[in-house]
């Protein structure tokens, strides 16, 4: 069965940086997308980046240009490089994957790691 670990949260001070890592396992054939979501406390969760196989990707507004999605194929680990962090950016940050045969980016989640950053 599919699994999705996260790493890499913490805790920093704004205009710092973090990398999330997530570890995908028990696909035969890699997922087709490949997205980071968010959820802050008393918001909805949405979506942050989302990557495709052939590396094309997308990302929520308030992240472009400080954020990087990428990924590692031959892997299957997600990354997301997050620079020049807000005190907004904090929230729990989960992973999620589709299937090799459609674009759905959200089949399966991660357990999430937490992004915490202050002012």
């Known amino acids: 069965q599919v699994q999705l670990v996260e790493s890499g949260g913490g805790s920093v001070q704004a205009g710092g940086s973090l990398r999330l890592s997530c570890a995908a396992s028990?696909?035969?054939?890699?997922?087709?997308?490949m997205a980071w979501f968010r959820q802050a406390p008393g918001k909805e969760r949405e979506a942050v980046a989302r990557i495709y196989i052939g590396g094309s990707t997308d990302y929520a507004d308030s992240v472009k240009g400080r954020f990087t999605i990428s990924r590692d194929n031959a892997k299957n680990t997600l990354y997301l490089q997050m620079n020049s962090l807000k005190t907004e950016d904090t929230a729990m940050y989960y992973c999620?994957?589709?299937?090799?045969?459609?674009?759905?980016?959200?089949?399966?989640w991660g357990q999430g790691t937490q992004v915490t950053v202050s002012s």
């Open positions: 999620a994957a589709g299937t090799h045969y459609s674009n759905s980016c959200n089949n399966y």
């Open positions: 028990g696909y035969t054939y890699s997922p087709s997308c």
